[in-house]
């Protein structure tokens, strides 16, 4: 199964970042696939994925503030999507290495990257033609969004489509309100 960790969107933040899709080129990424993935795990067999669920139900992780700082490209010249990128703050950054040391103790391969917050907001299919990309970089640049605290995580499944992938919720973890409660 394809399966990846995310940091569930706040409503408001996720409603802000449906109005920064608007006059995007490529393909939306529908409102309920907004996530901010904290690890993708890639195909993993079920066992595998209990031991994952198991790990990550016995965390205890401090609610990060969610602050959408930029909409960027990925991919350079040749842009394959557009992102909103999110601020790194030491909730959001201690989130991620305790999921991933949670993934790797139920011996999860995970492709060693550095860790880029951001939510994929388009996707772009082939090249941007001259009025698409002038579109594009109109809407580039800094953001500025109320920060949102995130209340969840979860462990989703992917499945992949010819319309775009599907997400499914396996489990749902809350983060704590105490920033005392540490990891």
């Known amino acids: 199964m394809r399966a990846f960790i995310a940091v569930d969107l706040p409503e408001a933040l996720r409603a802000a970042l449906e109005q920064g899709q ?27 994925l209990h031991d994952v669920h198991e790990g990550l139900s016995g965390l205890r992780l401090t609610a990060p503030e969610l602050r959408v700082s930029e ?6 010249r040749r842009p ?9 703050v030491p909730d959001l950054e201690a989130a991620q290495r305790a999921v991933v040391r949670v993934c790797r103790a139920a011996g999860v391969d995970l492709r060693r990257e550095r860790f880029r917050p951001h939510v994929t907001l388009a996707r772009f ?10 579109r594009l970089a109109a809407k580039l640049g800094v953001v500025h969004l109320p920060p949102e605290r995130a209340e969840s995580f979860s462990l ?25 409660a540490g990891i």
């Open 125 to 134: 299919g082939r090249e941007l033609g001259r009025r698409e990309a002038e």
């Open 71 to 76: 909409l960027d490209v990925f991919g350079g």
């Open 22 to 48: 608007e006059g995007l080129p490529g393909r939306p990424v529908p409102s309920e696939n907004l996530h901010l993935t904290l690890a993708f795990l890639g195909e993993v067999a079920e066992p595998v």
């Open 80 to 88: 394959n999507l557009c992102f909103a990128a999110v601020a790194m």
């Open 156 to 180: 989703c499944r992917s499945d992949l489509r010819p319309e775009g992938p599907v997400y499914s919720m396996l489990a749902q973890y809350e983060f704590t309100a105490d920033p005392e």
